[in-house]
């Protein structure tokens, strides 16, 4: 039989590499299968000339030498397994190809080239062909007399299948080619010398029983079926791959190398065992994932017999460590070498034994099942490898005393990829030189992740090697993979800050409406329907309600008022006449059941309750123990006739008219879906902040009409209410039930010459809807609105293609985004037109007095494109919970993410 590595390969270019099992087109990107185990070598004659006859006759003598170079593999149905089967020597088992291109044309050299690495037409595993050389002869030298020989410039390519070859066998290769060319021979001890048959052979029979009870324990309550959150460019749904790669280099400089080189021998460990650990931790940061498992290719080669053999050895080792965040990197260190002494012991169990410890047969395919070591095609856990190799000095081959010498090419470019990941570490003993690559599947990945993926990794080793030793002491968690260009972009994000005038800290919402009243007094302020109400009367019928409070119910500063009123004239009074009176404005629904609404007024204690005639029966059945005083506030205004003639003292409202910023101005309540509802504390400078902030982002401003959509249960219905009156502009306010009517809507809109509507994009898209089935909207626009905002809900583009038909093209669509608890929003978007060409709108940028950072589970910032949980701060946040400051210590923290 094949050898273990032999058949994991031969089985995984069948079936992982297949265009016969590649699926859909449309999923897999499938193109022109390619060769994804090619191993060739590049030289090019640097000085002397060479015999191609003589070259010939060498590779016979290796190929006579090296049984697996003329070795066939082929799968036996009658045995179920692979085989192998040395050939005799033959002149069909190998031929020299000879090319020969334009002087100086190196596209058609590079093509070549390229065509060694990915043509799957040059090896036939069953037919023994698994080695070829190609000669490519420059025409300009093909001149000589003599025709045999290869000189300056001529390429030599020596190509071989990965099921006959690993990275090792090529020094060997080398050494042997030398001696042979050069001695017309090798030396054949046939009786000692074993052949790499007999090496499959032996490993077929040896006691794997230890290794496979410590791969048990090492990999048990391992997830095999979790994906590891990298930045997937394309999410496949089978493991099929095309084998089409590429690789991203990055540039280790001589200091950075010298450092890291130093700090291996100052700790006696090696390169392969730090790096490791580097690989580690970055994988940590960029998946925030503490359970990982990285494949690493093991040489394999464990007994002294076979260190001088060519073939196929290499083993896939899962290093799997469990790593503790709050553990500093020296400590993930210590545990990533005991890991890798352990598994030394152990790293010769073959990958599919390791495999097969966990696989279910029950739930293989009927042809998968009959493969019985082929479990090793699917690689269920392994999505990124780690591969350090200390390069091998044959970068020049010597012949004939130096006289000639062949010098390795520099050919960069990488077409393959065997996994979807790996990071590749060389490090040349003789240079001092350490070169890193991200080699990767272009089926998942883009370039531009990689290189991004690239740029970080090197980050991470110079802030560990470069940058502070101190760093090794702190906590892995704390390590940044935020590039510096990108900690300028968050911080530019977030410069937000908000100049305070010193006289502005005593501006209340009702003072900024107080400044609005004086300076347009007799400008609309409040229209529902056929009724409406200057800035002035407004004024006058809110000191009206707030002296009433004072002198009849005897209210104080910072007690909370409810009001449960219909949609009417009455309710944006109702809500200024409490701020009036530095009280507490807290909403109740008319629709909300009645039990909802005494629970909120029993949060609040609230000994006073805003209604009217619409209102007035909801309560009517409650007890009241007189703790309790129900306000018409319909009625105190239908009395204001009387109450002018008696007079009503002013002078009561001056006492309260110097309260300051941080005093409460309303409390909003969650909806208690998962419990009792949560009251939200909003202070009057974060609300005269946010309001500040709309004005600057052009949202809303003293020209406009705005129409009040959101009930009164919605935080959005103090922005519309609070943010029109108090920058100057005008409210328009719907009647009981009019929402629903999208007639009703849409003609308030059009008659009332709104310009400022706010909606969530549920029922923006039932009004364009309407407005698609009414000739009237299709035949002419709403063209006097300039502002549509929609939040509250998720926000795509199909809402914004189904309301641009009417709507003008000066029409500013915004998404708004922010809970509750950052003072009704926290970002806003402008929405532009390439927006739409993507299902999902951004949330945009913080507004000011807002700032937005997301964060890791440990508190740290993410770098861009990365998922975390966003947290907002600034001047705009709450002041915390209702009667709950165990709620309140959870979601307010203090935090440095700089």
């Given at each position: ?545 707030s002296v009433q409070l004072i002198e009849k119910y005897n209210v104080r500063p910072q007690q909370v008022i409810c009001q449960c009123l219909e949609r009417s004239i009455e ?137 009040q959509a959101a009930q009164c249960s919605f935080d959005v219905h103090l922005e519309d ?178």
């Open positions: 039989p094949a050898s273990y590595a032999q058949e994991r390969f031969w089985f995984d270019e069948q079936i992982r590499f297949s265009s016969n099992n590649s699926g859909s087109q449309s999923e897999n990107k499938v193109r022109h299968q390619i060769a994804i185990y090619n191993i060739p070598y590049f030289y090019k004659i640097e000085n002397g000339c060479m015999s191609i006859k003589k070259l010939i006759h060498t590779l016979n003598v290796l190929i006579h030498k090296h049984s697996i170079l003329r070795t066939l593999l082929n799968y036996s149905d009658e045995m179920k397994c692979l085989k192998q089967t040395i050939l005799p020597i033959s002149s069909n088992i190998f031929k020299l190809q000879i090319s020969h291109i334009t002087e100086n044309d190196e596209h058609q050299l590079n093509q070549k080239l390229l065509e060694e690495q990915i043509s799957n037409d040059y090896f036939k595993l069953n037919q023994g062909l698994v080695f070829r050389c190609h000669v490519i002869r420059r025409e300009s030298n093909v001149n000589y007399n003599d025709d045999d020989l290869l000189v300056k410039g001529d390429i030599i390519i020596f190509n071989f299948h990965h099921c006959a070859f690993d990275g090792v066998s090529f020094e060997i290769f080398v050494n042997d080619f030398i001696f042979a060319y050069e001695n017309n021979k090798l030396d054949l001890n046939n009786e000692m010398l074993i052949n790499y048959i007999d090496y499959s052979q032996y490993e077929r029979q040896m006691d794997m029983s230890n290794a496979q009870q410590y791969w048990r324990k090492l990999l048990n309550n391992y997830d095999r079926n979790k994906e590891l959150q990298l930045p997937y460019d394309y999410r496949l749904s089978t493991q099929i791959r095309t084998g089409r790669g590429s690789h991203v280099f990055i540039q280790i400089d001589k200091e950075l190398t010298y450092k890291i080189l130093h700090y291996s021998n100052k700790k006696g460990i090696s390169l392969f065992q730090l790096l490791l650990s580097c690989y580690f931790i970055y994988l940590f940061k960029i998946t925030q994932d503490e359970d990982l498992c990285i494949g690493v290719l093991n040489a394999n080669r464990y007994r002294p017999e076979i260190q001088s053999l060519i073939g196929l050895f290499l083993n896939l080792i899962p290093y799997r460590l469990q790593l503790k965040p709050c553990e500093t990197f020296e400590q993930t260190l210590e545990h990533v070498i005991e890991l890798y002494l352990a598994i030394t012991d152990y790293s010769y169990l073959p990958y599919q034994l390791i495999e097969q410890l966990y696989s279910n047969d029950d739930h293989m395919q009927p042809q998968t099942r009959a493969i019985s070591s082929s479990l090793s095609t699917i690689l269920p856990y392994i999505h990124t490898t780690f591969q350090f190799h200390t390069l091998a000095n044959t970068n020049r081959i010597y012949l004939n005393e130096k006289t000639i010498c062949l010098s390795e090419m520099s050919y960069n470019q990488k077409h393959t990829s065997e996994f979807d990941l790996s990071l590749i570490m060389d490090y040349c003993s003789t240079d001092k030189l350490l070169l890193c690559y991200f080699e990767y599947s272009q089926d998942i990945f883009k370039y531009e992740t990689i290189a991004q993926m690239a740029d970080k990794f090197k980050f991470l080793l110079e802030q560990l090697f470069l940058f502070s030793t101190h760093l090794h002491h702190q906590p892995i968690y704390k390590l940044s993979l935020i590039l510096p260009q990108e900690e300028q972009l968050i911080n530019k994000l977030n410069q937000t800050s908000i100049v305070v005038d010193q006289q502005s800290q005593f501006n209340a919402v009702q003072h900024l409406f107080i400044q609005c009243t004086q300076e347009f007094g007799q400008k609309g302020c409040i229209i529902l329907d056929q009724q409406c109400l200057t800035y002035s009367e407004v004024l006058y019928y809110v000191q009206l309600v309710m944006p009074i109702g809500i200024l006449s409490i701020l009036m009176n530095n009280c507490i404005y807290c909403s109740l629904n008319l629709n909300d059941p009645l039990a909802r609404c005494l629970t909120l007024i029993d949060e609040t204690q609230s000994k006073h309750i805003f209604i009217h005639s619409f209102t007035k029966d909801k309560f009517i059945q409650v007890k009241n123990d007189n703790t309790v005083q129900f306000i018409n506030v319909e009625q105190i205004i239908n009395d204001s006739c009387y109450i002018y003639n008696n007079m009503f003292d002013y002078n009561l409202l001056s006492n309260v008219i110097t309260n300051i910023d941080n005093d409460i101005a309303f409390v909003l309540f969650t909806s208690g879906s998962t419990g009792i509802p949560k009251g939200i504390l909003i202070s009057h400078k974060n609300t005269r902040i946010r309001i500040k902030s709309y004005i600057e982002a052009d949202i809303i401003n003293k020209n406009d009409i705005v129409i209410i609070l943010g029109s009156i108090s920058c100057g502009a005008q409210l328009v306010l719907l009647h009981s039930n009019g929402l629903l009517d999208l007639d009703y809507f849409s003609n308030t809109i059009r008659n009332n010459y709104v310009t400022h509507v706010d909606v969530v994009p549920e029922y923006a898209n039932r009004l364009a809807e309407f407005w698609q089935n009414n000739l009237l909207y299709k035949t002419k626009q709403l063209d006097t609105i300039r502002c549509f905002i929609l939040g509250g809900e998720h926000m795509n583009s199909k809402t914004i293609k189904l309301l641009l038909p009417f709507l003008t093209s000066k029409c500013k669509f915004f998404n708004l985004y922010g809970p509750a608890e950052a003072t009704l929003s926290a970002t806003c978007h402008l929405i532009q037109i390439e927006d739409l060409e993507n299902h999902s709108i951004p949330i945009g940028y913080p507004f000011v007095g807002s700032s937005c950072y997301i964060l890791d589970d440990y508190l740290q910032p993410v770098e861009i494109n990365r998922v975390g949980e966003m947290f907002i701060g600034g001047s705009c946040l709450f002041q915390g919970y209702l009667n709950r400051p165990d709620l309140t210590e959870q979601a307010l923290i203090n935090i440095s993410v700089h």
